[in-house]
């Protein structure tokens, strides 16, 4: 499983058994972050998930800014599963190409970047395990 956390929404990400392919799952409301940790772990306990792979947004030098501490410290509320830290830059920018490919409109939703984005976050870490 993996996830893109924002400031306001999380976007979800779940693999195949296999995992091989990453798929959109959903996209959680950050606020409030109890209510958004809950919901977390209940999508991962009934996926059988055991790591949850989290984006990391790294500066382009490669530095970690504020927002980069802030994902850390909200998976660090997540219990039960091994949390892995990728990085995630540019995976917005990515995340809204892959939608323009697919002629999807999602100035409107902007939940669909986000779930996108776990998608991608997810891909990059399968892709690196195989």
Known sequence: MALDVGTKRIGVA??????????????????????????????????NVRTIIVGVPVNMDGTQGGQAED??????KISGYDIIFEDERLTSDLAEENLRQKKIDF?????????????????QYMSKQN
């Open 71 to 76: 994902c850390k410290t909200f998976a660090g």
């Open 14 to 47: 779940l693999s195949d058994y296999l995992h091989v392919v990453a798929n959109g799952f959903c996209c959680v409301d950050r606020k409030p972050e109890n209510v958004a940790i809950e919901k977390i772990q209940q999508i991962a306990k009934e996926n």
């Open 107 to 123: 100035r409107k939703n902007k939940s669909l970047v986000d779930i996108e984005s776990a998608c991608i976050i997810l891909e």
